[in-house]
């Protein structure tokens, strides 16, 4: 049986055409491209190359406002922690409630240690910011904005060219994570408001361990990394010359897919939902129904466990997440559909299928084909009882007697 990869917002397989292009890099031209010599040069022009292609996929204005990093992660770290150093006497973040832990952790760890000031913009039921609240968190106290471009676990997209507008009111920089949104979504940042931006490659069928953080030319900044004056003083450390090639490929690549990503993966996974949704009762997709990634599918069934569907699922071959976090031995819904205050048996139910480029027909029909046994055979298993409640009642967070569901105890 043909595993069938359905966890792309995870990782993504690296594309045969990033492996070939990064190869020579591991061996002919192992040079360090800030040497002097021979050696060196070559592998230069192919970091400017790399840059280039990164530049083209966001339609950033210069290549040199790219910085090569070390994954999103550390993107998002730098972004956040140059703000705060560049404008000492403003000491607040603007962030949202589902941020990926890459912002999260470091905000929760600012306020534990440095007294930040951190603002989670809630979101309502289909994962959109609370926009009255974002513009009240806006004040000249703010150092940064970081708001993701869109959501990894429902995929629901961010109005993020009108929130950098607003923030650019009060004087304060804008990031965005654009991890999940890269080579799904059109970029032209150059005639957008925001200030940085951090990219991942494994998220985009290129290597791990690779990213960059974009940051606008005239935009001060601080690095992270403290050394040598690679990246133009951004980030030391000499360069992961294969990643870098190899990134540099697979934006080049991501560019050329993203039509595909737009119409084939998005019907492959508009008839996933469709096709869940008429076979399963008491289930909802989560996240924005219309602003929303072409490639994620979040769904949410009633009285059913996550964990469980997706073990068995896995022993189907099928490999996809659940939107449960596995902490302290209990199985708590994620933040993201904690925040999107989701009732509780449903968050617990939650699934995610990320499609790519990778996925085909076939793909979707093993997953119809064996899903409503599993959710049929969990059901029967649930403490919550086998009932359920409608889609309806689900998404408005109400239950049957208008109680808030979510209200546990
Ligand atoms: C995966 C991911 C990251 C982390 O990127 P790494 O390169 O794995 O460090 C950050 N933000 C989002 C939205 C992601 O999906």
């Not at 190869?23 to 190359?49: I, Q, R, Y």
């Not at 009240?136 to 904005?145: C, D, E, F, Q, Y």
Request: glycine content about 10%; some cysteine; hydrophobic content about 40%.
């Amino acid at each position: 049986m043909r595993p069938i990869y359905l966890d792309n917002n995870a990782t993504t397989r690296v594309d045969p055409e990033v492996v070939q292009a990064m190869l020579p890099f591991f061996t002919d031209h192992f040079g360090n491209p800030s040497s002097m010599h021979g050696f060196g040069a070559s592998v230069g022009a192919a970091v400017k190359e790399a840059r280039r292609q990164v530049q083209a996929l966001i339609g950033a204005e210069y290549d040199h406002e790219i910085a090569f990093t070390s994954g999103g992660t550390e993107s998002d770290n730098t972004a956040i922690l140059s703000a705060l150093e560049v404008m000492p006497r403003r000491t607040e973040i603007v962030t949202s409630a589902v941020e990926h832990p890459a912002v999260l952790t470091l905000c929760a760890h600012l306020e534990k240690t440095r007294g930040v000031k951190v603002h989670r913009i809630p979101v309502d039921s289909q994962g959109r910011l609370d926009l009255d609240a974002y513009r009240a968190a806006l004040t000249p106290h703010v150092a940064i904005v970081s708001i993701m471009w869109a959501n990894n676990e429902t995929g629901t997209i961010f109005p993020v060219v009108e929130l950098a507008e607003l923030a650019k009111e009060v004087g304060a920089l804008f990031h965005t994570d654009a991890v999940q949104a890269a080579g799904k979504l059109p970029m032209d940042l150059k005639s957008t408001a925001i200030d940085m931006l951090s990219l991942s490659g494994h998220k985009l069928h290129g290597p791990k361990g690779i990213g960059a953080l974009y940051v606008r030319r005239g935009v001060r900044f601080r690095s992270l990394i403290k050394g040598g004056y690679q990246e133009r003083d951004r980030r030391a450390g000499t360069e992961n010359t294969p990643g870098i090639v190899g990134f540099g490929k697979a934006a080049e690549l991501a560019l050329n897919f993203m039509d595909d990503e737009n119409t084939r993966v998005k019907a492959l996974r508009d008839r996933l939902e469709k096709g869940l949704l008429q076979r399963i009762p008491n289930a909802f997709v989560t996240g924005d129904s219309l602003e929303r990634l072409p490639n994620t599918a979040n769904i949410a069934f009633d009285i059913c466990e996550g964990e469980g569907m997706r073990l068995l699922l896995h022993r189907e071959g099928i490999a996809c997440s659940s939107g449960s976090a596995c902490s302290s031995g209990s199985l708590e819904p994620s933040h993201v559909l904690r925040a999107m205050n989701i009732p509780y048996t449903a968050a617990r139910g939650a699934i995610r299928f990320s499609f790519s480029r990778d996925n085909g027909e076939e793909d979707v029909d093993r997953v119809l084909e064996v899903i409503p046994g599993i959710v049929e055979k969990l059901r029967a298993l649930s403490p919550f009882g086998t009932g359920g409640r409608s889609a309806e009642e689900l998404r408005s967070g109400l239950g049957p007697r208008g109680r808030r569901a979510d209200s546990r105890s």
